[in-house]
């Protein structure tokens, strides 16, 4: 039983599923982002979970529209006004070779090409929004990809929560995955206390910053305004060459 009626109802959240299977294809990754989803959705957060196999018109590339690169097409413009809506991000995908997925780097690269955008604060765009990631896999690797994730949403402006990453993984060496039936009339996972814990801990900390942030007006614009700096302020930078 809760102990309050949170209501987060003025939040929005993206998923990303970094799957390499297209859909209607079962992911296993977007069963572990259900537990998430659906705890979200309890509290009115908004949601949209994006396959980003299922675009396959993203663009490859550092700059925020490659069709002004030489590319012919590029769904991410379209894809990262969605972002810009979202207080919440989670980076979501499977473990292939100890590491995150092609779709889950693509993804990373193209928030990195947004990354010098300003607000209207004159902060990089994504100051005031928070992330986290859920991954999953049957070989290990769960640390390293959320360390990954993590350090990559913080460089680009993202507060991260405590406790901001969770995950799956079978046992060592090729075997079930998140969901997969167990032959016990039961799904591989489903009832690991461990990932159960996580998610939830991950899910409502995702919930709890982003509210405080929004409530805050975002993260205080003093001292990490790019519009500032170019203009000669310094925040009390004393440059070594002058003392």
């Not at 009115?44 to 018109?57: L, N």
């Not at 902060?123 to 991954?135: E, N, R, S």
């Not at 998140?178 to 801990?201: A, I, L, Q």
């Not at 925040?235 to 003392?243: H, K, T, V, W």
Request: net charge negative.
């Amino acid at each position: 039983m809760a102990d309050k009626d949170w209501d987060f109802s003025g939040l929005k959240a993206v998923f990303f599923n970094g799957t390499l299977s297209k859909s209607p294809e079962p992911s296993h990754t977007e069963r572990l982002i259900a537990i998430s989803d659906g705890i979200l959705n309890k509290h009115s957060v908004q949601t949209e979970i994006i396959r980003t196999i299922d675009h396959p018109d993203i663009a490859t590339g550092v700059w925020p529209d490659m069709r002004e690169h030489g590319w012919d097409k590029d769904e991410w413009p379209e894809i990262f006004k969605r972002v810009m809506e979202a207080d919440i991000l989670v980076l979501a995908g499977p473990i292939w070779l100890g590491d995150n997925s092609s779709m889950t780097k693509k993804v990373i690269e193209r928030l990195y090409a947004c990354s010098s955008l300003l607000n209207k604060q004159g902060q990089y765009a994504f100051y005031g929004k928070v992330g986290g990631c859920l991954i999953t896999g049957n070989e290990d690797g769960i640390k390293h990809c959320a360390m990954d994730v993590l350090y990559s949403l913080q460089h680009l402006g993202y507060t991260i929560p405590p406790q901001a990453d969770a995950g799956w993984i079978g046992e060592a060496g090729p075997g079930p995955s998140y969901g997969d039936d167990d032959g016990k009339g039961g799904k591989f996972g489903f009832d690991n206390d461990f990932t159960n814990r996580n998610t939830t801990f991950v899910t409502w900390n995702l919930m709890h910053l982003a509210q405080m942030l929004k409530d805050a007006g975002g993260i205080p614009a003093y001292g990490n305004q790019r519009s500032k700096w170019d203009g000669g302020a310094r925040f009390d930078f004393a440059n070594p060459e002058y003392r």
